[in-house]
């Protein structure tokens, strides 16, 4: 078995998949390297296509791999009994052994991960970011301050035209500056759900504004909270399918088939039927939130960037991870150890 049900760019460990470690049974954790002057068997799906790894792996005379047999794995009482810390514990291990750090990274997340990428999030991300240093604004002092007040009762109203939202989000010399109106002009054009709306939704670029700036989990819990309540207006504690549906749409680009299936599952298909409350609605958003404000913090510069690509990790074979050093590509996986092993275990 595959614990992590899917392959990575050899950075970490994917978080491991709990269904193999119900049973309580011990295992037999394996790790494989692929010791290769150049890279040519890490894939994932969301990198280089498969025939381009086929291409690479066959390009070369040898492709060397190494598996190594770590001891069985014998569950203590507590692990039998909870399948996640067995779970969590064996990852561990295996993380250790491979020089690498785990993570909480799983398939789904690369899946969101790249549904985002095919939106605007990114542009209208780094749009924010160049015209509040062009203006010297950056704070979201007057952002926080207007949503507050719309979900304390204030009378505000969302949709907003251009004069409107320059006016508001972006006072003094913004008006004066024809390259900067022309930036925040654009900026409004990539709010807009349809080309031909003449009004946003100032919620959406509410949000957008305060991840910029979430700086510890206070703020980061606060701000979904504040996102949660401007949705579900004074009335009431619970969102609307309907409002729940609106918000994805305007924030995350999600149609409503995607926010289906975040939501309540492929079944149901009546849009007005079922409500949500805010910590359900806390639990399913929050990795979107982390992946939005991931792209905030690149292009802020509070983190490095991407993983470097293909030919940058050949050019150097030791890549530092998480002030760890690894050498090769590496995958684990595992057998139960009832299982008789007789023949090699993995052929690349």
Known sequence: MFPEGTTTNRSCLAKFK??????????????????????????????????????????????WMEVEFLPVYEPT???????????????????KKLGVPNSDFQMEDGVSLHALSQTNLRLKLEKIWKI???????????????????????????????????????????????????????????????????????RAY?????????SNESNFDSMVRLLFRSYVGR????????????????????????TVRLYFGKQNTNVNTQT???????KRIIRLVEFVKLYAMEITGQCSGNYPKRDARDKERVVTVDRRSIDSDSFPFFWGSEDKINKH????
Not at 174 to 184: K, L, M, Y
Not at 206 to 214: R, S, V
Not at 345 to 348: I, L
Request: aromatic share 12%; proline share 4%.
């Open 132 to 202: 509040k240093g062009t203006l010297e604004m950056l704070a979201w002092t007057n952002v926080a301050s207007f949503l507050r007040e719309g979900v304390r009762g204030g009378e505000v109203e969302w949709d907003c035209n251009l004069a409107r939202f320059v006016n508001t989000i972006f006072p003094h010399r913004s008006n004066r500056d024809p390259e900067v109106f022309q930036e925040i002009n654009e900026l409004f054009d990539l709010f807009k759900v349809d080309k031909s709306d003449l009004t946003i939704d100032l």
């Open 77 to 95: 009482e507590e692990e039998r009994e909870d399948e996640s810390l067995y779970c969590k514990n064996v990852e561990t291990l295996m993380a």
């Open 18 to 63: 709990p269904g193999a470690f119900k049973p309580g049974v011990p295992v037999q954790p394996v790790l494989i390297r692929y010791p290769n002057r150049l890279d040519s068997c890490t894939w994932t799906w969301d990198g280089e296509s498969a025939y381009k790894a086929i291409y690479y792996a066959l390009a070369q005379f040898t492709n």
């Open 235 to 258: 009335d009431g504690t619970t969102l609307s399918r309907e409002s729940l549906q609106l918000l994805m749409r305007n924030i995350f680009e999600a149609d409503e088939k995607a």
């Open 206 to 214: 509410g949000f957008l504004d305060l991840i910029m700036y979430a």
């Open 345 to 348: 275990p993995h052929s690349a």
């Open 276 to 282: 949500i409350a805010y910590e359900d609605f806390k």
